[in-house]
């Protein structure tokens, strides 16, 4: 079985942009901006022995704001960040439901997790759930992955859910010093 590293999007690998613009979500390409690190971290992930897999919620799509077309064209700067390092992203899932849907792949429930288990053939004991969220982290806790909490993005301050981090750093530079130095 593989082992992989869960990444949330928004706040992890990209400005969660409804922190600073109240009702403002990534719905087009040119809104996609790197979160601090991020980039050098990708980078350093892809030398790793791990599937890279984000695992994200896009409710913008159940909202009719978006499309699943567009929402791979505004992915495009991480699978192109992967390519100059010869990897790629060994899977992408998302929720397009909104909160009202009660689907089983809106975090913290792990249904794309599952998926992604499936797919992929991963060993969610053995795996990693990098997040800036309480449902991220509480996902991670779920399916029995070790859990990072992130300061970028909510930074854990949307106090959603209890949830227990194995680990909290400042960025995803710091997630990649803490998988790569085998904090297990």
Known sequence: MNQAIFFDRDG??????????????ITEPEHFEWEGGA???????????YLLVVITTQSQIGR????????????????????????????????????????????????????????????????WMIGDTTS?????????CKTILVKTGYAGKDFSFRANMDFITEN???AYEIIKN???
């Open 136 to 144: 991220d982290i509480l996902a991670g806790n779920i399916a029995g």
């Open 64 to 127: 009719g704001l978006l499309t699943p077309e567009k929402l791979q064209t505004i992915n495009k700067p991480i699978y192109d960040e992967l390519k100059k390092y010869s990897r790629t992203l060994d899977g992408f899932y998302f929720c397009p439901h909104t909160p009202q849907d009660n689907c089983d792949c809106r975090k913290p429930k792990i249904g794309l997790m599952l998926r992604a288990k499936q797919d992929l053939d991963i060993d969610l004991e053995k795996s």
């Open 12 to 25: 992890v690998l990209c400005r969660e942009k409804n922190l600073f613009y109240k009702g403002f979500r």
């Open 182 to 184: 085998g904090s297990r």
């Open 172 to 174: 995803l530079l710091g």
């Open 39 to 49: 980039q050098d971290a990708l980078r350093k992930f892809s030398g790793l022995d």
